[in-house]
């Protein structure tokens, strides 16, 4: 038996090739054609020396090159490792060298940074273009398609536990952590949102959410895909965009995280379209007020609103909140899905009761392997059979699990994860800076954003414009703090540990002060001691 994915594209261009696979800006592509497109770019990408094993990275925004990409990979029995678009060059060569990734593929958009860091990337071999106006030194998409196409490669054997793809996470690392996603992981995923939300080859997803995260990738595309349904991709998230393609295409569902529907609900104009088509939609994050979500399931009445747990380690969609229980349960993110064990339990692995806090843990077929070249880590997070994900809930009397605080120290922001120890390190090589701590401020709009503590060396000044400027030569621009608060002494506990909930605690105050003009302006440079 073969996991590989590309079999799944082959079995419906065999069976039903007339049927659309993927529709994006004006390209309507069949099972048939999407099979051909694979099969030709799999050939091209073998010609370039791609091997079973080898990494490829994919740096696109949303396109359907990019599950293209995916599955001509996998078919070679290759790797795919999609990558955060906002990343800068530091992050990216960091990515690129620790995957030891053979080929990347990318955009014109993106070719200031490529070209900056190929140099850097010893084990990066070629660079694929997709587009037009492909940068001169790269390879051209389109034309190594026009130049295999009708050409055929066998998709290579692979089990259960064979690597389909990584994912590169923030975790509470100084540094991401490359998740391996196994093509069992994948199956077991797609079964039980196949089985949970009565997935069919009638289903059209929206994916609006970024490929490169689960949430656009998995919830519930590849699920959709495997069952033989459409998908409908959109570039870029654009409120009023997203609703006319819903009406047009009669899409069935999709993947909204909180950010983007609040933005969707402030928009003008959203009562003007037919929505009824939509009949469930996968949220996640952060909790959501209930008039939120009773506006949400009045724009589209036919829908489920799933209120969803998951990480990137599991596939993502780990539990789901009931049809029937969204406003009763509200608050809550559900039960674990099929064929996936969860528990709460305390410091030493004990399984709590309902309605004690402990830590969520995880065991199930959809659980990864392991993080890429990391055995410390993986052994720190898988550990007596569970995955331990950091992160703090409890049940109630009838198992349905409510999240009490997030991983430890991680900021989300617009659905983007951030690692409060990557920015500090960036802050740490100021040598002015003494200390540093990195916490999330909520926003109206991303739901959080950092903003940093920093307590300053004796007889040095620093400007948090100074120290903002070296964040944003380094960071992705949603990591850099948007307020740099400096105080005398960071809050500590007796064993030394920043206790970085008090710092949480105090963040509105600040950031009003800030607003007056008060003492905690970030514009100001100090030296407390």
């Not at 039903?16 to 030709?40: D, F, K, M, N, V």
């Not at 293209?68 to 690129?96: F, M, Q």
């Not at 998409?141 to 490669?153: K, M, P, R, S, T």
Request: net charge negative.
């Amino acid at each position: 038996m073969t996991f590989n994915f590309s079999s799944v594209i082959e079995h419906y261009a065999e069976r039903h090739p007339e049927r659309e696979a993927i529709i994006y800006e004006g390209r309507r592509l069949s099972y048939g054609q999407l099979h051909e497109r694979c099969e030709a770019l799999a050939c091209a990408l073998q010609e370039c020396g791609l091997q079973a094993g080898d990494i490829v990275a994919i740096l696109l925004k949303n396109c359907s090159e990019f599950l293209e990409t995916i599955i001509a990979v996998n078919r070679l029995g290759a790797v795919a490792l999609p990558v955060n678009w906002r990343l800068v060059g530091e992050e990216l060569v960091y990515i690129l060298n620790h995957s030891e990734t053979k080929l990347l593929v990318s955009e014109r958009e993106f070719a200031p940074v490529v070209e900056a860091v190929r140099g850097r990337c010893p084990a990066l071999s070629h660079v694929l273009g997709v587009g037009a106006d492909v940068p001169a030194g790269w390879l051209v998409y389109d034309e190594l398609l026009a130049a295999h196409q009708g050409q055929h490669v066998a998709a290579v054997e692979v089990g259960s536990d064979d690597l389909h793809r990584l994912m590169y996470t923030s975790g509470t690392t100084a540094y991401p952590k490359g998740v391996m996603i196994s093509y069992g992981n994948l199956y077991w995923k797609n079964i039980a949102q196949i089985t949970l939300f009565g997935i069919t080859a009638a289903d059209r997803t929206l994916i609006v959410g970024p490929l490169y995260h689960v949430g656009g990738l998995d919830l519930p595309a590849t699920s959709v895909l495997y069952a033989g349904g459409s998908v409908v991709i959109l570039r870029k998230f654009e409120p009023l965009a997203l609703l006319e393609t819903v009406q047009r295409e009669r899409v069935t569902n999709m993947w909204l995280p909180p950010s983007m529907i609040n933005m969707l609900l402030q928009a003008e104009g959203i009562w003007n379209y037919d929505l009824s088509s939509v009949r469930f939609i996968i949220d996640g994050g952060e909790k959501m007020p209930i008039p939120l979500i009773q506006k949400l399931l009045s724009l589209f009445p036919q829908a489920w609103f799933a209120d969803a747990y998951g990480l990137t380690e599991t596939v993502s969609g780990d539990t789901y909140l009931d049809k029937a229980k969204t406003i009763e349960k509200i608050g809550s993110v559900g039960k674990p899905c099929l064929h996936l064990e969860l528990r709460i339990v305390d410091e030493n692995d004990r399984p709590l009761p309902p309605r004690q806090p402990g830590e969520i843990v995880l065991r199930g077929p959809k659980v990864f392997k392991g993080y890429w070249k990391d055995p410390e880590a993986t052994a720190t997070a898988l550990r007596n059979g569970w995955f331990h994900t950091g992160d703090i809930g409890y049940l109630d009397e009838e198992g349905y699990l409510y999240i009490v605080d997030r991983k430890k120290d991680m900021i989300i922001s617009g659905g983007e994860n951030i690692a409060s120890l990557e920015v500090e390190r960036v802050l740490y090589e100021d040598p002015r800076v003494l200390e540093a701590a990195v916490v999330g401020m909520p926003h109206p709009r991303w739901g959080e954003v950092p903003v940093a503590y920093v307590v300053v060396k004796p007889g040095q000044t620093v400007t948090a414009e100074e120290l903002r400027a070296a964040c944003q030569a380094k960071l992705a621009r949603f990591k850099v703090p948007h307020h740099i608060f400096f105080i005398e002494a960071l809050p500590r506990n007796p064993s030394g540990k920043v206790l970085k909930r008090e710092l949480r605690l105090r963040v509105a105050e600040d950031a009003a002060a800030t607003a007056r003009g008060g003492s905690s302006s970030p514009s100001q440079s100090a030296n407390p001691a």
